[in-house]
């Protein structure tokens, strides 16, 4: 079968969630035994979110091949549970620079560089290289921004011109919009969907499907309407009803048929009905959990929760592993400090120091290590968290009472965490970090492999500072242990307190890999350590909620 095409674009207003439809989409066709990836097209100008600050764009999301992406990414490896890689997002940014380069190259020379054809041509290219590869029977492209923004007219051209290219049963497009309610009236409204979907046919795009994301059902008169209006057959208008989970979306999906318009649309043989066994087992398991507990996800980006999404998610899916709801409280690190601590952080049954840069409320990342070493509170520090927990224990156990990572403090008496060699000579920002998968082998008896249960593993990194291994031997001998280290370059990886309850520090990302069908072991072995500690600790965890 010849790979087809999907392509995902979106009317109306942002953040309707097409990550999440497609996603869903993606999702009940690999359950019908199909090939699927994602790709997300981005219209902004960088090369990749790399060098976003997390407030303007949420969490940058790291593949096992090292690409600094949209977070969108993470929702497809999570539903998917298939590893996507650089190709998988795509920018402005890229486009331009890729045919810049072979216009200084000559590569167009005597022609002008224009628009069309040169950069929808190169839009084209990669929309089409998923399907070139042969892994795929089918390829779903998310288009992002908002149909009708100056940016993304590119990105819609080049889909006019796949449509028109590609035979009819080789490509799809689905519109998803917004069906507003109001209240005042009582009513929902379908105009925005119309003059959305006009504005994508004057692009020369006719939907095959609309996708409305409502809060009440849609009506047979209101879908009949839209369909009318919209040019597309009846049946084709599906409602996206708020879920009360995202993971729900796929279920809804199926019950609206998209996937089964969408494998007669593209005449693909395989009709069978999906097979979502694991998932429903994970759905009913996150819907009826026997206990509970509260986490601190202590960082300063908490303003947004898209900041800290794949980390959120994995609570959810270790959650249902444990049968438990997690309920997890944003602390700002700014905000905290040895005064408050007790306040913030006696309700809570786990705590969790995220990840990130710059010295911003780093101060307060080391108030919460201090308060869950002390107090036995099971800790799991990630990345920054970790580095922070190398601090935290040199100057108040070893006493370098200035200790600090040179991130900070570049004259530190006792640089614990510091830059990485190879990083010493880079200057350039952009995907220069140590990213993407890396090799670690776990000590024996540590922590770190019980919960693993194995020997090597394989994470995701996205860091420039390091465990500074002369001080390994001092904080070895103090009581907390490097528990796993990268075979090649004898990098920490892991650190843990082995007179603690639960205390681990990872200088990876072990959240980018959770899924529903395959949560993260130390998520899971986290959660389960709160589940304890709030057994052990009615007091601190259940009273003053
Ligand atoms: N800022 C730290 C570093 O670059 C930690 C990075 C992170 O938490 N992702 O090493």
Redesign the pocket.
């Known amino acids: 079968m010849d790979t087809k095409y999907i392509f995902v674009t979106g009317g109306v207003a942002s953040s309707l969630g097409k990550g999440i439809i497609a996603a869903s989409l993606a999702k009940l066709l690999q359950a019908r035994g199909l090939r699927v990836t994602i790709q997300k097209f981005d219209p902004y100008i960088n090369i990749d979110p790399g060098t976003l600050n997390p407030y303007e764009h949420g969490e940058c999301y790291v593949t096992e091949d090292g690409a600094e992406t949209d977070l969108d990414l993470g929702h497809y490896e999570r539903f998917l549970g298939v590893h996507t890689s650089k190709a998988n997002n795509v920018t402005t940014g890229k486009i331009y620079h890729t045919v810049i380069t072979k216009e200084r190259e000559g590569a167009y020379l005597g022609k002008t560089v224009q628009i069309v054809p040169h950069i929808t041509d190169e839009i084209k290219r990669r929309m089409l290289l998923l399907g070139k590869t042969g892994n795929w029977d089918i390829v779903i492209t998310e288009i992002g921004g908002t149909v009708g923004d100056m940016e993304s007219q590119p990105f819609v051209e080049a889909v006019r011109q796949l449509q028109w290219e590609l035979p009819e049963e080789d490509c799809m497009s689905i519109h998803l919009t917004l069906v507003p309610y109001l209240s005042a009236a009582k009513e929902l409204k379908t105009k925005p969907t119309q003059h959305s979907v006009q504005m994508l046919q004057q692009s020369g795009v006719q939907p095959d499907v609309i996708v409305c994301r409502t809060e009440h059902p849609l009506t047979p008169e209101l879908r009949k309407k839209v369909a009318l209006f919209c040019n597309v057959k009846p049946g084709h208008v599906i409602q996206s009803i708020d879920a009360w989970s995202i993971y729900q979306v796929p279920l809804n999906m199926h019950e609206e048929h998209l996937d089964e318009l969408v494998v007669r649309h593209l005449q693909v043989d395989n009709f069978a009905q999906p097979d979502m066994k694991e998932w429903n087992e994970f759905l009913s398991k996150l819907r009826h959990p026997k206990s509970e507990v509260d986490i601190a996800l202590v960082g300063k980006y908490v303003e947004l929760q898209d900041a800290y999404k794949s980390i959120l998610e994995a609570f959810v899916h270790a959650g249902a592993a444990n049968e438990c709801k997690v309920r997890v409280h944003t602390v700002h690190s700014e905000h905290l400090n040895e005064d408050n601590a007790h306040d913030v952080l006696s309700r809570m049954d786990g705590i969790l120091v995220?990840?990130?840069?710059?010295e911003r409320g780093l101060e307060g990342k080391v108030v919460a290590i201090k308060y869950a070493r002390e107090n036995n509170v099971p800790f799991f520090g990630?990345?920054?968290?970790m580095?922070m927990c190398v601090v935290e224990f040199a100057r108040n156990v070893l006493g370098f009472k200035d200790a600090a990572?040179t991130?900070v403090d570049a004259k530190t008496t006792h640089p614990v965490?510091s830059l990485m060699e190879d990083q010493k000579s880079t200057t350039i920002k952009g995907g220069t970090?140590r990213l993407g998968a890396y090799d670690c082998v776990l000590e024996k008896d540590s922590l770190a492999r019980s919960i693993y249960g194995c020997e090597q593993i394989r994470e995701r990194h996205?860091?420039?500072?390091?465990f500074n291994s002369e001080y390994v031997s001092a904080f070895e001998q103090a009581g907390l242990k490097a528990s796993g280290h990268n075979p090649q370059t004898g990098l920490v990886e892991v650190v843990e307190l082995p007179t603690h309850p639960f205390f681990i520090g990872v200088q990876f990302?072990p959240e980018y890999k959770s899924t529903p069908e395959k949560p993260q072991p130390i998520f899971t072995a986290f959660v389960k350590a709160a589940m304890a500690f709030r057994e052990a600790h009615p007091h601190s965890s259940n009273t003053k909620k």
């Not at 995220?354 to 710059?358: I, N, T, V, Y």
């Not at 990630?382 to 968290?385: A, F, K, S, Y």
């Not at 996205?462 to 390091?466: A, D, I």
């Open positions: 995220a990840p990130g840069f710059g990630i990345c920054l968290g580095q990572s991130e965490i970090m996205r860091h420039r500072y390091e990302h």
